[in-house]
């Protein structure tokens, strides 16, 4: 049984580069969400997705924060022109409507460090 | 978001329950309370959930006030693998986006 995934588990990257996070959900799993956590506090919504559609955007989510699902499985999470203040863990979860949707299971996250 | 109250920090022996409270006095008649737990160097895990009346599961147990306003997670014999921050949160049935806190961190004791 395959959890979720998160690739890379690490990026180091120079202010002003864009990077890229990838996230698999558990297979069957039609609800996806990024969260994003800085050190001493707790995780703070993103975005999610049902199936391909993003039904929600928070405000945190900056223009230079973008997300998509194709296809409904994976999921990309790609922040452009880098700042200091993006550094924090970027968590996924994903969930399946059909047994509730209450529980999501969290994957083990992407630390970014912007230098 | 309705916002929920908890203490920074509990301690508890090992093989001793914890009650840990929770404040939720803005509560919504479509919110169901939510507690996950996040150990070190992890991502959140599941804990339980309910909506007006006490739950039980293999985890831990849920008591919900009648006015709904606060509600006590119970770890019924902690161990050593049950230090960790455990985040109350109020989740509207449809979207279920988690709005965490700042937790409370439980030391245990050995």
């Known amino acids: 049984d395959t959890g979720v995934s998160q690739d890379p588990r690490h990026k180091i990257t120079k202010r002003g580069q864009n990077v890229t996070f990838r996230c698999d959900p558990i297979s069957e799993h039609n609800r996806l969400y990024w969260y994003r956590q800085t050190l001493g506090q707790g995780p703070e919504f993103l975005t999610y997705f049902q199936n391909e559609a993003q039904l929600e955007k928070s405000r945190l989510l900056s223009d230079r924060f973008s997300a998509e699902r194709p296809k409904g499985s994976f999921s990309t999470l790609e922040i452009q022109r880098t700042e200091q203040g993006d550094s924090a863990m970027y968590l996924c979860?994903?969930?399946?409507?059909?047994?509730?949707?209450?529980?999501?299971?969290f994957g083990p996250g992407t630390r970014l460090t912007v230098t | 978001d309705a916002k929920t109250t908890q203490p920074n920090s509990m301690e508890s022996n090992e093989e001793e329950p914890v009650h840990l409270p929770c404040n939720h006095s803005t509560i919504s008649g479509t919110d169901y309370i939510h507690w996950y737990r996040q150990l070190p160097s992890q991502g959140p895990e599941y804990v339980i959930h309910?909506?007006?009346s006490n739950v039980n599961n293999r985890m831990a147990s849920l008591a919900i006030a009648e006015d709904r306003k606060s509600s006590t997670l119970i770890l019924h014999r902690a161990t050593l693998r049950d230090a960790a921050v455990y985040y109350c949160?109020?989740?509207?049935?449809?979207?279920?986006?988690?709005?965490f806190g700042a937790g409370t961190t439980v030391t245990v004791r050995a």
């Open positions: 979860a994903s969930s399946l409507l059909a047994s509730g949707g209450y529980e999501q299971y």
């Open positions: 949160i109020l989740a509207f049935t449809n979207d279920y986006k988690l709005s």
């Open positions: 309910g909506l007006t």
